[in-house]
């Protein structure tokens, strides 16, 4: 077990150490790289493609088609004293309802629309991803690094103890409550290496095998948030809203649609007949008929009106949803904003007064525990406090930094 723990320590020191000329992942390279690879981008925009190549065709009349017949065969198959006997050919061409075709071809516009606002935010829902996924992987790494920096106090802490405990001015029980410090340190890199493991495995999703080089922790630099005042305004064009309001015009152009059906349809009918039998005279006759068939939609109470009723109703529903999108999403900029200022405040707090504070009482706590003039309680309570506190401000840093990348999805800035 013990060897087990130096190797680690030994990995985990060897990654610290790593040079800082070193070609190290950073935060937008692992963005541009997700955003190349995302098989539902490219899912997406072919879904575009097809259903803008598919309004070109909702626009165009329907096929004529072809008829061809032969009427009244005797059973004897006589055909020439047959007078009724003919054959036919004709051709049948359908007119659809008056400005159904172009209501059509806006509804398949109107859809294709709804898939290239949906890539826009699937965009920003990437860059947001990566970026939780890549500070997730940046506090387990910077935590080790604070974990290896408080070994080595505990480490001097130790040889520390065994010289007061040879010269009889402190106990075995010190030098064994040192050592489990130490070992308790073992064990919160374990813990810390796991939660890196996990982080790469989620980050390596979105790039692959990339995540598990080393990466940049130290400068992220993320775009300014702006004012609470002026990202709300913004939130009217936020991909979500934008997809709420293609739905709404994909919503109308059904209704057009519907509105079509009180229009009639027409259908023409041209067909040639040549009569197969011979008259009195020796001869036969042709014949040219034409036929026009149209819809009479006078009964609509029960059909169209209905149908159209339930497209308007359909209409209001989106715009509902639309406002109820806008209000959530408001919700979520206030609630975030607010947090984002107390982390901000925190930090501070910590940087300017809590950090400070606690590394004079553990430089104070080492000195005198050197003199003998403090306890060894007194010293391990020091140190560990210094811990927490460097592991609660990383924490805090990297909250921060969170919320600030959740803020910038809502605001619309990316790297």
């Keep these: 077990m013990k060897l087990q723990i130096k190797k680690r320590a030994l990995v985990v020191c060897l990654l610290l150490s790593t040079p800082i000329n070193a070609d190290r992942l950073t935060l937008e390279k692992a963005i541009a790289l997700a955003r190349q690879d995302d098989p539902k981008i490219a899912w997406l925009k072919n879904q575009a493609e097809a259903l803008k190549e598919e309004a070109i065709a909702d626009n165009q009349y329907p096929d004529p088609k072809l008829k061809l017949a032969h009427f009244a065969v005797p059973i004897d198959l006589k055909i020439r004293k047959e007078p009724m006997n003919q054959f036919q050919i004709g051709f049948q061409q359908a007119f659809p309802r008056q400005g159904s075709l172009l209501h059509k071809q806006q509804k398949t516009l109107a859809q294709a629309e709804e898939k290239q606002v949906a890539t826009t935010d699937i965009y920003r829902k990437i860059d947001l991803s ?177 149908r159209l009723a339930a497209e308007k109703a359909r209409v209001l529903a989106k715009r509902y949803q639309r406002i109820d999108q806008l209000r959530e999403l408001k919700r979520q900029l206030n609630t975030k904003y607010s947090r984002w200022q107390r982390l901000i405040e925190r930090e501070a707090l910590f940087t300017q007064t809590l950090i400070p504070e606690i590394e004079e009482n553990a430089e104070v706590a080492m000195q005198a525990y050197q003199n003998q003039v403090a306890d060894f309680t007194t010293i391990i309570r020091a140190q560990l406090k210094r811990l927490e506190i460097h592991l609660k401000a990383l924490r805090i840093r990297i909250d921060q930094l969170k919320i600030q990348t959740e803020l910038l999805y809502l605001q619309g800035d990316a790297l």
Excluded: C
């Excluded at 067909?271 to 609509?300: C, E, H, Q, W």
């Design 130 to 306: 990566v970026e939780q996924a890549y500070l997730d992987l940046v506090y387990p790494l910077e935590a080790l690094k604070i974990i290896q920096q408080s070994r080595e106090l505990f480490l001097t802490m130790l040889e520390i103890t065994k010289i007061h405990f040879a010269s009889g001015t402190q106990t075995q029980q010190a030098v064994i409550e040192a050592k489990l410090e130490i070992t308790q340190l073992d064990d919160r890199e374990i813990q810390l290496q796991e939660m890196a493991d996990k982080a790469r495995a989620n980050l390596a999703k979105w790039i692959g095998k990339i995540a598990y080089r080393p990466i940049e922790t130290q400068q992220i630099n993320l775009p300014p948030l702006l004012k609470l005042a002026e990202i709300e305004k913004r939130l009217i064009e936020h991909p979500q809203i934008q997809l709420a309001n293609s739905k709404i015009n994909t919503q109308k152009a059904k209704v057009a649609l519907a509105k079509d059906q009180y229009n009639p349809a027409w259908m023409l009918d041209v067909t040639y007949s040549k009569r197969l039998s011979y008259n009195i005279k020796g001869r036969t006759k042709d014949f040219v008929s034409a036929m026009v068939l149209v819809d009479l939609p006078f009964f609509t109470d029960k059909r169209q009106d209905r």
